[in-house]
């Protein structure tokens, strides 16, 4: 790896430059113990990577197929759960048919795991080129299938990330109780999260068993999400303005902290679910402080 691959990382995500100085020192032994492994098993490796929203997991799975192209020229794909969406016509349709909040992305539900698990066995088994979906998060719906990426055969690593990966349904018992004002007012019976939650296990385990190595970003607690989230919008926002797509679109929908603080109260429960569930369950946990700082990791000794 050169300086200029890591001042060009720096400069595409907008880090400060101690970020790199706290990858190499805990990433670079989780991309070295992930590639050996990928050696080893001599086929397609699909690494799960789990953070709440803010967290940095995109970052990360960028990071790790930075290092796996350049220091171990392995074939890398990086995918979020995320470019897995239903269109905004679909969730309209969700939203019409089972409850009001299914419009809004993320949760258990709103995602087309039918075409996920399609497209990571294409990815994995295909001789031909794989058609890679993206959402485009501005507009709040799914790219045209024309502008999708189009990925080769021969992938050594497929990563994918998301903030509710390998998130497990609850007890009826522990969906009783609102954790939110969102779910106070507007899911008061309960429809919207007991829908979630059969989502999360009967539909999500599909994806979820594909992984074969787990990692964790584990954020302090869920007031830490506001701050991390509010700073995604504003890098979205900077972002549009420096490539004028956003110049007299009223479609680019970028969150202010009212939004943002409404908006992932709909995540709340499963995050809080997770934090508590996850770390146990994952191959490599990175635990972070309020300011996305590893303090510990469970396995790996750091360069």
Request: aromatic content about 8%; charged content about 25%.
């Amino acid at each position: 790896m050169q300086n200029q691959d890591f001042s060009r990382f720096i400069a595409e995500h907008r880090l400060p430059e101690s970020y790199i100085e706290q990858a190499q020192h805990w990433f670079s032994p989780l991309a070295k113990a992930i590639a050996e492994k990928q050696e080893k098993a001599n086929k397609t490796l699909i690494v799960g990577i789990n953070g709440s929203q803010g967290s940095g997991k995109s970052t990360l799975a960028d990071y790790l197929a930075l290092l796996w192209r350049k220091a171990y020229q392995l074939n890398v794909v990086v995918l979020s759960i995320d470019d897995f969406y239903f269109t905004l016509q679909q969730r309209q349709a969700l939203s019409q048919t089972i409850h009001p909040l299914l419009l809004t992305r993320g949760v258990p539900g709103t995602h087309d795991i039918d075409l996920a698990v399609d497209v990571i066995r294409s990815l994995t088994a295909s001789t031909s080129p794989t058609l890679v979906p993206r959402f485009n998060k501005a507009t709040d719906d799914r790219f045209p299938e024309h502008e999708w990426d189009s990925v080769s055969p021969g992938v050594d690593i497929i990563i994918l990330e998301g903030w509710c990966m390998g998130a497990q349904p609850q007890t009826e018992e522990e969906l009783m109780m609102p954790v939110n004002e969102l779910e106070k007012i507007e899911d008061p019976d309960g429809h919207w999260r007991r829908y979630v939650n059969r989502q999360l296990a009967e539909v999500y385990p599909r994806l979820f068993n594909l992984v074969d190595t787990w990692v964790m970003l584990k954020a302090p607690s869920f007031d830490c999400v506001y701050q991390w989230r509010l700073e995604q919008e504003n890098k979205l926002r900077d972002s549009l303005a420096a490539s004028k797509k956003g110049t007299g679109n009223n479609n680019q929908k970028v969150m202010d902290g009212k939004a943002v603080g409404h908006f992932i109260q709909h995540y709340q429960r499963i995050t809080e679910h997770l934090l508590k569930t996850l770390p146990g369950r994952v191959d490599y946990l990175f635990v972070l402080n309020e300011n996305r700082k590893i303090i510990s990791s469970n396995s790996l000794d750091p360069c």
